[in-house]
């Protein structure tokens, strides 16, 4: 479930919000405390609620990456920041976009900064609006977009490569119920209408599909029912993404599954480190907004470690590999980076490993997967067809 958590940070002197997962509120308390207590600020209140994905504003949520494109593109041309989004705002919008940048222009009138109104604003992601505030440091806001897309290209893909890894197994296995459907539904009751008058001991292939056959034209209503109900209790709970939780929850239990998922979240983690330290952000900033970044109870406590060991002046390589986020690559990487001062390029070379791993995986799980679904749809429908025709068999051998 999604809470938010309001809590007054004492290194920015500011309010701060930001979503965490949590299963309950015990572990609710746990992040918050881990959250809180690392950065040493005040927890002011936690209330659950509905977490808002990045997606079209036709759906009333707003399209991030777009938003930015958008910026960068008049930014570059010349144009300041109020004058920017004044001519996004003249653009034909959706409720959500020009809800947005209304307020953004509103803030901005006021005289706070681009990054402090679009924290006020909400619906931004923390690593954004730290790049931002990174880019008004260094007046290179252009530099500050095209970092934060090229760290929103990157999720993109590895989110793309499971979408389109997912979508030949949906189609199979759907095909694969409707065809099953069609055949129980209609076929088998016109097959079983010739075998009630069958006389003699019938085989137990025809018992199962007489006794089938009345069941669905007896109770048909009901099964249809039944099954709409169960395909729109499915969508409630993607959109709501309990579906997502369950299957994250399915996946922590299996170790291999496990790693798999620190890999994507790893990429995220090293991809945002990256983006924020090439933003002028010191490395324990950088791992401060990090920590808002939902990595799960896997990382945080190990995020939290690695800032702890930072302020005790503890080398990177070092603090990193303490609170657990590195392997000996990394751990290697990182203390040439140390040596070179190049560390957003080793993070950024880190995510890319951990990146790579995962889309590795995805792509060989695919491989693996396609032809097992295939086999249990063919096994299923060939069933299903099979138990139609084994009646036929047992008329032919009891006329004989």
């Known amino acids: 479930m999604h809470y938010r958590l309001r809590w007054f940070d004492p290194h920015l002197g500011d309010v701060r919000e930001e979503l965490v997962d949590a299963i309950d509120e015990a572990q609710l308390r746990t992040i918050a405390e881990a959250k809180v207590g690392a950065a040493g600020g005040v927890l002011l209140s936690t209330k659950p609620e509905r977490a808002q994905s990045v997606g079209d504003a036709r759906s009333g949520r707003l399209d991030v990456a777009w938003w930015c494109r958008e910026l960068r593109t008049l930014a570059q041309a010349g144009m300041t920041v109020v004058e920017a989004l004044e001519t996004v705002n003249a653009q034909p919008l959706g409720p959500a976009r020009a809800r947005v940048n209304s307020a953004l222009?509103?803030?901005?009138?006021?005289?706070?900064?681009?990054?402090?109104?679009?924290?006020?604003?909400?619906?931004?992601?923390?690593?954004?609006?730290?790049?931002?505030?990174?880019?008004?440091?260094?007046?290179?806001?252009?530099?500050?977009?095209?970092?934060?897309?090229?760290?929103?290209?990157?999720?993109?893909?590895?989110?793309?490569?499971?979408?389109?890894?997912?979508?030949?197994?949906?189609?199979?296995?759907?095909?694969?119920?409707?065809?099953?459907?069609?055949?129980?539904?209609?076929?088998?009751?016109?097959?079983?209408?010739?075998?009630r008058d069958l006389r003699g001991d019938a085989g137990t292939a025809t018992k199962l599909l007489v006794a089938l056959s009345q069941a669905l034209e007896n109770h048909g209503l009901l099964i249809a029912g039944a099954l709409a109900g169960l395909v729109a209790l499915v969508g409630i709970a993607w959109r709501q993404g309990r579906i997502q939780q369950v299957v994250g929850l399915a996946a922590s239990r299996i170790e291999p599954l496990q790693r798999r998922l620190d890999d994507y979240r790893k990429a995220k983690l090293f991809q945002s480190m990256a983006l924020?330290?090439?933003?002028?952000?010191?490395?324990?900033?950088?791992?401060?907004?990090?920590?808002?970044?939902?990595?799960?109870?896997?990382?945080?406590?190990?995020?939290?470690?690695?800032?702890?060991?930072?302020?005790?002046?503890?080398?990177?390589?070092?603090?990193?590999?303490?609170?657990?986020?590195?392997?000996?690559?990394?751990?290697?990487?990182?203390?040439?980076g140390e040596r070179s001062g190049n560390f957003d390029r080793v993070l950024a070379t880190i995510a890319e490993r951990h990146s790579g791993e995962f889309a590795t995986f995805v792509e060989r799980a695919t491989r693996i997967a396609e032809p097992l679904l295939l086999l249990v749809v063919a096994l299923v429908v060939g069933g299903i067809v099979v138990m139609m025709y084994m009646p036929v068999f047992d008329i032919a051998s009891s006329l004989g």
């Open 105 to 195: 222009v509103a803030k901005l009138h006021e005289g706070k900064g681009l990054s402090a109104a679009m924290h006020e604003v909400g619906g931004f992601p923390a690593v954004l609006i730290a790049s931002i505030r990174a880019g008004e440091r260094t007046s290179s806001l252009v530099e500050a977009l095209d970092d934060y897309l090229r760290y929103h290209d990157l999720l993109h893909k590895l989110r793309k490569q499971v979408v389109s890894a997912a979508i030949y197994p949906a189609v199979v296995v759907g095909l694969g119920m409707a065809v099953s459907l069609v055949l129980l539904l209609f076929v088998v009751p016109r097959f079983s209408a010739m075998y």
């Open 276 to 336: 924020m330290f090439r933003g002028g952000y010191p490395l324990d900033e950088a791992l401060a907004q990090c920590a808002q970044l939902g990595l799960g109870p896997r990382l945080e406590p190990g995020i939290a470690h690695a800032r702890a060991a930072l302020a005790r002046g503890v080398r990177v390589s070092e603090a990193l590999g303490g609170g657990g986020l590195t392997d000996e690559v990394a751990a290697r990487l990182l203390a040439v």
